[in-house]
């Protein structure tokens, strides 16, 4: 249960969610409720996917590259950092162009939701060595809860917004920067310290 919980969590502020629920209202202030709603549910199944490829996946990637896993951790770490320092200083929201098309994979789910330091941590995440299957599976069910969390959140945005109004949320989306500054210190000195030891 531990894992689980651990897996949800971790997961769950990586996502970044209120941000994401910022871009999201942002980019569909022209929409109908209804059509908020499947663009909500669609964002939510390319994210499970996009994160559960990247987190079973992620050894494959260490091995073709020939990258160590503390190298990866640094360099996650880092991006990660920098994604939180953004957040936590309110990166300005811009609207994509809503003529390209579908926006629920890109712009919203990759790279508003999964941004690539959140790539970098999933790949962390999934390459950890002597991982017991019954381990991964909780951590794979932690993640799809914490997904599901992301999407209940985009699927209520436009009651959150009349709810919260836009300056809680924001308030929310710094204290998402300032949680995820701490994982990713966290990421960098495990690096750091497989490296010197």
């Known amino acids: 249960m531990q894992v689980f919980l651990n897996s949800y969590l971790k997961i769950f502020f990586l996502l970044t969610p209120f941000f994401a629920v910022t871009m999201f209202l942002a980019m569909t202030g022209d929409f109908d409720e209804h059509k908020k709603h499947k663009l909500a ?4 199944m390319a994210v499970i996917i996009t994160c559960i490829t990247i987190y079973l996946f992620g050894r ?3 091995t073709i590259f020939g990258i160590t896993l503390d190298a990866f951790r640094i360099g996650a770490g880092v ?4 994604s939180a320092i953004s957040l936590v200083q309110g ?3 811009k609207e994509e162009k809503k003529e390209s098309g579908d926006i629920s994979v890109v712009p919203l789910a990759i790279p508003i939701t999964v941004g690539p330091a959140t790539i970098g941590a999933l790949l962390v995440m999934g390459a950890e060595p002597n991982v017991a299957p019954a381990t991964k599976m909780l951590s ?3 993640l799809v809860c914490a997904t599901l969390s ?3 959140l985009l ?3 436009g009651w959150l917004e009349r709810w919260m109004g836009h300056t809680r949320l924001t308030i929310l989306s710094k204290l998402t920067g300032l949680i ?3 994982i990713a210190a966290q990421m960098i000195f495990t690096g750091i310290r497989g490296f010197l030891g």
Not at 41 to 44: D, G, M, N
Not at 79 to 82: H, R, T
Request: glycine share 8%.
């Open 41 to 44: 549910l669609k964002v939510t």
């Open 79 to 82: 991006l990660l950092f920098i």
């Open 60 to 62: 494959v990637v260490f």
């Open 150 to 152: 992301v999407g209940a």
């Open 180 to 182: 995820l500054a701490s």
């Open 155 to 157: 699927y209520t945005a």
């Open 140 to 142: 794979v069910a932690g």
């Open 91 to 93: 990166a300005p929201v």
